[in-house]
């Protein structure tokens, strides 16, 4: 069943791209609009093996961890004090509402004029979408937090640090960790889009000068980069998670024999 | 057969003692007027109908939540937050998913400052003493209903409370692990006599295993209706004393008490 998808998954591409490949050399599509695979290829082989590539990747990566780690940090640690104490969650509602409503694109340039060019701009605007992302999982996460646990842990003579460490942030991390894959993407999203509005590195940086010359294999190319990034530091997180919440049920696999 | 106690009481300083003890959530009166003593080493068992507010006696015991009226004595002390002396096994899933077995039992000693290699080796022999040997680095979700009722009990009594609250413990349990698990119990509670308050909503659970049977009227505003003393000989195994002639003959004086108000709560 698997290795059957599998095939299945890899003919659709072959087909995808085969068919693309062979639009644009009948002629049928103009390459100047859609460029072809076999351009795009080698754009993307000759990027890495001039190591041209690299300094982007570098940056955009940089900037990307920074945005995760900051935005994540920040987000928990928020949604960790706002689900402990109902008044801060009171007050503060309206006021993480309203900033969530904010569309992100438009801070880049605010923050560009703040923060300057730089990584720090990039890194703020990534900030803005990775915190939201982990705050309201962590807020529903300590919410969710099975009331009978913990009731049990307060009888077996837990106190409040106690609770937090062995009842809260273990019941919310795997909301959290849901949460971080989705971060990390916002956090891609943070630093390619400040880069695509205006920096001089990084993978935005190559598609916004691509685009700037008309050169869509160079633009289809950056794509193609920045999704194998994207899927690699998915990879990278979904790895860290199971191995962390190896005591979460997998689904069909419930209950032991007697 | 309606004991009072009172000729115990006066002797020792009650293990539990409830005086007017009410709860209300809202506009809902859950129980009014209990009053309920408990001798040190006495096997309590509360029953009634459903939705007559038995957790909500043992949450109030428990200091969970502590009550509208009344008061309550722990040992003769007024209780004030959470009750130490007493540990809780719930009716719901109460073991923390992320933690193994071993973990589970291990984390109250842990939780009370003893060094965790000394809270493991105790948590193990507890384990073993509950038949899980073998099963120390199992998650929860590995176990099945009858071996996570067992941790519960070891994670519970590795704290060697004095006063045990078992809130329909074997509820969810299929009949033959029930028995089992009663059974064990039974053995569990002889080798050192600690104060059990059991709810059931089974009048031969709690008959089976109890001194006393506490019968609760239906709800709202549930109230003691019947005491009854179980003078049926011990040890028990609680498969064989449900066909001797004393156990039919307790059961069928409690059934005509506890009818009456399973009749009321279902025509509410």
């Known amino acids: 069943m698997r290795a059957r998808v599998r095939l299945l998954q890899l003919g659709l591409l072959v087909f995808l791209i085969a068919g693309w490949e062979v639009s644009v050399r009948a002629g049928w599509v103009d390459a100047f609009f859609f460029s072809k695979p076999t351009d795009i290829a080698a754009r993307v082989w000759e990027w890495f093996s001039t190591g041209e590539i690299y300094g982007h990747l570098w940056i955009t990566l940089w900037e990307t961890l920074l945005a995760f780690l900051i935005g994540t940090v920040l987000g928990v640690v928020l949604g960790l004090w706002l689900a402990l104490v109902p008044t801060a969650s009171a007050v503060l509602d309206p006021f993480i509402k309203a900033l969530n409503s904010i569309p992100r694109v438009i801070l880049a340039p605010i923050f560009t004029l703040w923060f300057g060019l730089g990584v720090a701009s990039k890194v703020a605007l990534g900030v803005t979408l990775v915190f939201f992302v982990a705050f309201f999982n962590t807020y529903q996460g300590i919410k969710e937090v099975n009331p009978v646990v913990l009731a049990n842990a307060r009888m077996l003579g837990a106190s409040g640090s106690q609770l937090l460490r062995h009842v809260y942030l273990p019941s919310a991390a795997s909301w959290i960790f849901s949460s971080l894959r989705t971060s990390i993407g916002f956090a891609v999203i943070g630093a390619v889009v400040g880069e695509y509005l205006g920096s001089a590195m990084g993978l935005g940086y190559l598609i916004s000068q691509a685009e700037g010359v008309f050169d869509t294999t160079g633009v289809f190319a950056g794509m193609v980069v920045l999704a194998a990034f994207v899927v690699l530091l998915d990879w990278v997180v979904s790895r860290v998670e199971s191995r962390l919440l190896v005591w979460r049920p997998v689904p069909g696999q419930e209950g032991g024999t007697v | ?268």
């Open chain 2, 1 to 268: 057969m309606q004991a009072t106690l009172k000729e115990n009481v006066t002797q020792t300083i009650p293990a539990l003692s409830l005086q007017g003890v009410a709860q209300r959530f809202g506009n809902y009166v859950a129980v009014k007027g209990v009053d309920l003593v408990a001798a040190p080493g006495e096997f309590v068992a509360i029953v009634g109908p459903t939705g007559c507010g038995k957790s909500t006696l043992l949450n109030i015991v428990a200091g969970l939540k502590p009550p509208a009226e009344g008061r309550v004595e722990v040992f003769g002390e007024p209780l004030t937050g959470l009750n130490p002396a007493a540990g809780y096994l719930f009716q719901a899933d109460s073991l923390f998913p992320w933690k193994t077995a071993l973990e589970n039992v291990a984390l109250g000693p842990i939780l009370r400052g003893v060094p965790a290699s000394e809270a493991r080796d105790r948590a193990r022999a507890w384990l073993s003493k509950v038949g899980l040997k073998g099963f120390e680095d199992r998650y929860p979700h590995q176990l099945s209903g009858g071996m996570k009722k067992r941790v519960a009990l070891a994670q519970v009594l590795i704290l060697s409370p004095k006063i045990l609250l078992m809130d329909e413990p074997f509820g969810a349990l299929d009949v033959q692990t029930r028995q089992l698990m009663e059974n064990e119990l039974l053995a569990l509670w002889q080798e050192d006599k600690k104060t059990v308050l059991f709810v059931t909503h089974d009048l031969e659970e709690a008959i089976a295993l109890a001194d006393r049977v506490v019968v609760f009227s239906a709800g709202p505003a549930s109230r003691i209706v019947g005491d009854f003393k179980i003078e049926l000989p011990r040890p028990r195994d609680v498969a064989e004393i449900r066909l001797t002639e004393g156990f039919l003959k307790i059961h069928k004086e409690i059934w005509g008490l506890l009818r009456e108000e399973v009749m009321r709560a279902h025509a509410r």
